[in-house]
């Protein structure tokens, strides 16, 4: 295209997420600045607890399995859809590192077994970080 008083430009498309993104980063900042403060506006930052035994872990993923059982969600965690449970158990195709979890019981017999022992979620509170 030449250049000068005729020239024809193409014009952008507005991409309405990322006007948005602009929009709320800038109010966040405003906002933060205003009142003295830091981080999100909308909710908390996550908080983090280091797992430093293999123990510590199994308990955790056992939880993590039996969560929705111990709150009334389903009787049993194979029933569970969005469990990783079953991912783990069965041998289809899955982005979970299957073969990592495993080893932490052994074998998928000991995984099985492990969740099948009945192990009291109220009395695993030093899993849970500190609200």
Request: charged content about 35%; overall charge negative.
């Amino acid at each position: 295209m030449s250049e000068g008083p005729g020239r024809v430009e193409k014009l952008k498309r507005p991409n309405p997420s990322r006007q948005f993104s602009h929009y709320f980063n800038s109010y966040a900042k405003w906002f933060n600045k205003r009142y003295n403060r830091t981080g999100s506006l909308f909710e908390k930052p996550f908080k983090r607890k280091l797992v430093e035994s293999e123990d510590y872990l199994k308990r955790l993923v056992y939880y993590i399995h039996h969560n929705p059982v111990h709150h009334d969600f389903t009787d049993t965690i194979i029933e569970y859809p969005w469990s990783s449970y079953l991912e783990i158990i069965e041998p289809s195709e899955t982005k979970l590192k299957r073969e990592e979890v495993i080893d932490w019981f052994d074998d998928v017999e000991n995984f099985k077994f492990y969740h099948k022992q009945e192990h009291e979620l109220d009395a695993m509170n030093e899993l849970l970080i500190d609200s």
